[in-house]
Every structure is written in C-alpha cells, then in structure tokens.
C-alpha cells in the first residue's frame, strides 16, 4: 500500500482517486490504524478480509492510499489492532445498514443534466415537506422521482427532504441517523438520490436536505471508538451530550461538519439545507459554527442560489441576519407560532405547548406582518421570556405551515389538519397561509387531503424500542387530553411495522379528493401568478380585526394595485357601520370577488355578495379575497 499525501476534496472518507482509493480518519485516540477490506458489493461471496496499514499524521488523522481498492470495495477499520472493527464515520454508503461495512462510492459516475439549473429562487418558494420512505408505496428515490412531474404541475418550488442519512432498522424519520455522510439503503442506490435531484432541477423544483447535527441515534454511533472528542460534557441536549463544537479537539469536529454540509450541496446537488433542532447546536466560540456552515453551503455552489433554513425553538431571528452583522447568514426559520395559532383556532384546544395561543385574529394579522408571536415577551410554558425581535425581516424569511412532520404525528393518532377541524375553517386556514407573504410549506399529501396518518415510527431493537415507545408515552403527557388511559392504551407502536406502513400515502386520493386538491392547486396558482400576492415585501401587508372571529388582510403592491382578504373563523356576520379605513376601496374603484374559500369547486356552499353600499356581509367559516375593479359611473 501507498501512503502518498493526495489531494482530496473532503478531509475524511473513502475518495476514488488516480491510482486507487485514499482513505482518512480521524482518530486522536489510537496508535494504529488499518483498512479491513472485506471484497465488493458486487461479488457475490465474501472474500477473506486484508488489511492495510494507514500512515499517522498530525492531529489525529491517519492516510493512506490502498492501489487495489476500487468502486464498490466493502471496508471497515481495524483500531489498535483489536476486533470488531469499526465502519467509517465519513461512510459515503452503508449497504447493509449502519453495523455493516462501509462502501467505496464513485461521485463521478453519474451525468448530470443540471448545468443550467440556478438554483432557488427568492421569489416564489413553495416548499414541500417530503419523507422518503412514506412517500410512496415503494419507499425509494426511484418511485418518489416519479411523482416530480405532479407536483412542479401543482406549483411545488422547493422539496424539503426529511433526513435521509444511514439510521438502524427497516423504517425511521432519519432524526436518529448515525451515518451522516452515506445515504441510507433503505431508499435505493446513491445514484437514484442524484437522479431524483437531477429530475427535480430539470422540472424547476429545488431540492433541500433536512440534516440533524445537534445529535446522533442511540444505536449504530460509533464515533466514541475513533474519539470520545465528537461529544461533550459541557452542554447537554434532550438527547444527551451536544457535539462537541467549541470545547478540546473541537476543530476536527467543526471540519467533520463543515464537510458534510459542502458534500451534499457538491455531490448531491442539493439546493441547501433545513438544519433541525438548532437551539441544541451549542457553539460559545467565534464564528459559530451555524455561520461555518453557512458560508461552505454558498462556496459549495458558486454559480447557483442556495437556501438555508433552521428550525430554533428558542426562536433566535440571529440566524438569518448577515454574518458580517453578528449573524450566521441563513436564509429562512420555521414559523411554529403560526402553526400553534391556527392549530388552537381550528380545534380549539391550547393545552400543553400551544397554552400561549389563543387562535385569535389579532394573532395571525401579527404573526402575517410580523413573523413570530414572541419575540422576547414572557412565555408561560417555558416559564421564561422567548424569542428576539423579527419586526425588521422580510416576511419570507418565515416557513408557514399548518401541517408538518411533528405536529401531525403529535395529535397521538397521527390525525390530518382536516379530520379534527370542519371544512370551512380548513378551506380557510389554508387559503391564509397559501396567499400569506411567507413562505408556505405543505407537508407530503396535505395537497390533496390525504387520509393517512403520520405517526412517529422507528424500528429499533426489542429494548430500545420498549424504551423509546416508554418515552413517547410520557411525552404526550403533557397534552391532557392524550395524558387520559383510554388515549395512551391506544397510542400507535414506533417499532410496529404496520405502524409505518399506514402512514404511505395513497394518491388515488387526488381523485377521490379532488375538491381539496383544487384547492391548493388554484390557490397556488394565485400566489405565483397574481402581481400583488407573488411579491411578499417588508410592510406590503397590514390588518385589522373586524370581530372576535374575523379580520381583514389589506396587501400592497405597486401603486394602487390591492388585495383584500377577508377571513373569518366564525359564523356569518353584519359589519355595519365599517369604519376601519382597510376597508375602503381605491378612488374611483369598488370590490370585486376574485376568489372564495366557499366555492362549490371546493366543496363550499356558495358565495353571496359582500359589499354593498350600506354593509358588508362577512361569511362565516371562510376566506374571501378582494379585488378592485374600476366603478360602475353613478345613475342620474
């Protein structure tokens, strides 16, 4: 074996290069290092293991080039000598699960089509919250790529891609993922993910990866065997010890990440990043890590726009202010203020995490021209003052959704926003976060009113799974209504199969719902077609309420071009008099209907006349939008 010092694009890892495979760890611990190449993935029996000794160098790392290995070679280290051995932490594939060896993948083998693909654009995001495995009935890259075509035809801009990183088991969400480099198996081959990117570019759909770096999986991490450095004592999260970003060794660590975040942005053509759980990155030195991160996803795509977005329950508006201003240089954060709102409004419960939430008008004209709720008042269910001012940020910079992965899955039965809500209010909720100047995110099948659930699924082994199924029962707990025996006996399995099958859509749903799914496709069509929905802006929208239940929404564009929408939670009312100066058309103009939430189209049960001279007639359940048109001349 050679140990030549190569050239590599990434510090760790297995990388093909001009007279065979070099390969990097990084292992501060040990004193030896060795390849255990065990054949290929292509072989059909197992070769006898050969090993091969990598050349320490300096901080920890050890290298070298091994001529023989090539595509497909299956490979572990040896440490010290000692058995087991050990899969590569900077594993770029993991054929048989996160225990098995590590396999030798060529980047370079795929042709892509995507060299004038520009990436994502300000304007115009639409994103879709997308779980692989669920997705469709087969669960792969393959078959989710041929749902692409429907879903740029729907308006779709930007899939939002759950975690796809290598996790144990058959069926997960990936938030448990222990190879953050290899792709998992489960999903198909490395190539099909680069042909659904490919595919997707080629329709004019971005394509973004949910990636966990506040934690690792129970089960399947073996970092700790290479350096117990990965981790420290010194900030602790709900999932145990934080990474270690700014304590001893932390530079290599800060490198394994940093990599990461360039190598799906270089060798996958992902369009950006949604980095989940940020308020447990813990980072006390300067430049935070996030920013890090920040600036190797935009030097990793140089000639193409990319997008990053955080989710912070601590809601830090910091993230998404420029580096060079003190922040990280982000690009958007997940709005669960206007999720937990809607949510109170549409079901009427506010217990546990949505007790600072009344679902009130005033709420969502806030949380429309402002973005979060809190932003530093006093928040009872975290007993302490929550968030930072947003007051200043574009509306875009804020993901709006009714439905996401978690918040399905905690209504306990997995429910749809529309199975606990009526259908008025859920034709209107959605046309408000749909038209709304931030960015709307719909969760898979939410277009179409899927009737499946979304429970929480992980399949672990017999003792983890008891623990882990423990856990989640006491998480619920703390919603009173799902606290009850007669709930908590019924809670779904994690670890059942059947569990994870129930959730795979099923799009024979877009016929059978077709109402629901009008709905969606027309109201996406307004918002990129319309000129005054299609341009979200930094005071373009303002609001007033109109009764306890409804409220006006008054959006600006150029000149004298408006919209008015009108929304109400409630039953039908008579506002008269009107004087809220919201309501008063342009000079010389009157109202005229473009749209209704109550359109028989849709399932609604019709649309009488708004504005007349003397009053206005505010239908209830629904959501009407204003447009003027130029007034009739007055009668003699």
């Known amino acids: 074996m050679e140990t030549l010092q190569l050239s590599r694009r990434l510090p760790i890892g297995a990388e093909i290069v001009e007279g065979g495979v070099h390969f990097r760890v990084w292992a501060p611990i040990a004193q030896t290092m060795e390849v ?116 740029a035809d729907l308006g779709i801009t930007v899939i939002e891609m759950m975690p796809v990183n290598e996790f144990p088991g058959r069926f997960g969400w990936g938030y448990d993922g222990v190879n953050i480099f290899a792709p998992t198996h489960l999903y198909g081959e490395t190539d099909e993910l680069r042909s659904f990117i490919d595919h997707a570019h080629a329709l004019g759909i971005a394509v973004i990866l949910d990636v966990v ?62 980095l989940d759980a940020t308020q447990s990155i813990f980072d006390d030195s300067t430049p935070h890590i996030l920013s890090e991160i920040s600036k190797q996803v935009r030097q990793s795509a140089p000639n193409r726009h990319t997008y990053i977005i955080a989710e912070n329950e ?70 302490k003052k929550r968030g930072t001012p947003s007051l200043h940020l574009n509306p875009s910079a804020f993901i709006n959704f009714i439905q996401n992965h978690d918040q399905v899955a905690n209504s306990a039965h997995g429910f749809r926003i529309q199975q606990i809500t009526d259908p008025g209010n859920f034709r209107a909720m959605t046309a408000l976060m749909l038209l709304a100047p931030g960015t709307p995110l719909l969760f898979q099948g939410q277009e179409f009113g899927a009737s499946t659930p979304f429970y929480y699924f992980a399949d672990h082994n017999e003792e983890l799974a008891e623990l882990i199924f423990q856990g989640r029962r006491e998480y619920f707990k703390q919603f009173a209504s799902i606290a009850t025996p007669e709930i908590q006996a019924s809670l779904p399995v994690p670890a059942d199969e059947e569990t994870f099958l129930k959730c795979k859509l099923n799009f024979t749903e877009r016929e059978s719902h077709s109402q629901t799914y009008a709905l969606h496709r027309d109201l996406l069509r307004i918002r990129r077609h319309d000129p005054v ?13 109109l009764s306890p239940d409804a409220f006006v929404l008054r959006y600006f564009g150029d000149y004298e071009d408006v919209r008015l929408v009108i929304v109400n939670f409630g039953v039908d009312f008579i506002l008269s008099p009107s004087p809220e100066p919201l309501l008063a058309s342009p000079e010389g103009t009157d109202w005229e209907l473009l749209w209704s939430s109550e359109n028989s189209r849709y399932g609604g049960g019709g649309t009488p006349p708004v504005s007349t001279d003397n009053h206005w007639r505010i239908l209830g359940h629904a959501t009407l939008v204003l447009i003027p048109k130029k007034a009739e001349p007055a009668h003699a």
Do not use: C
Not at 90 to 103: D, F, L, N, T, V
Not at 362 to 370: G, L, N, T
């Open 314 to 383: 601590s809601q830090l508006t910091k993230h998404v202010h420029p580096i060079e201003e003190g922040g990280y240089g982000l690009d958007g954060l997940w709005n669960d203020d206007f999720h937990h709102t809607a949510l109170v409004r549409l079901t009427g419960r506010n217990e546990a995490y949505y007790t600072d939430y009344l679902g009130t008008p005033q709420e969502f004209i806030s949380a429309i021209k402002y973005g979060y709720l809190y932003q530093g008042q006093w928040y009872r269910w975290h007993e």
């Open 533 to 545: 929905f299609n341009t979200p802006r930094l005071g373009g929208v303002d609001g007033a309420v």
């Open 213 to 274: 770096y506040n934690h690792f999986g129970p089960d399947g991490n073996y970092l700790s065997k290479f350096s117990p450095h990965y981790f420290t004592h010194k900030h602790v999260t709900e999932w145990g010890d934080a990474i270690n970003f700014d304590g001893p060794d932390s530079e290599e660590v800060r490198a394994f990440y940093i990599a990461n975040a360039g190598y799906w942005i270089e060798e996958y053509h992902f369009d950006g990043l949604r």
């Open 36 to 151: 255990v190449m065990e054949g290929s993935a292509f072989q059909e029996a197992e070769q006898s293991p050969q090993f091969f000794a990598l050349e320490r160098e300096e901080k920890g790392y050890f290298s070298g080039l091994i001529s023989h290995a090539q595509e497909g070679s299956l490979y572990r280290f040896r440490i010290d000598g000692k058995e087991p051995f050990y899969p590569d932490p900077a594993s770029r594939y993991q054929p048989k699960g996160p225990h098995g060896p590590s396999q030798v993948i060529d980047h370079k083998k795929f042709k892509w089509t995507d060299q004038h693909w520009k990436g994502v654009q300000l304007e115009g995001r639409v994103i879709y919250e997308m779980h692989i495995g669920t997705f469709t009935h087969q669960g792969t890259w393959t078959s989710a790529k041929r749902e692409l075509l429907e879903l």
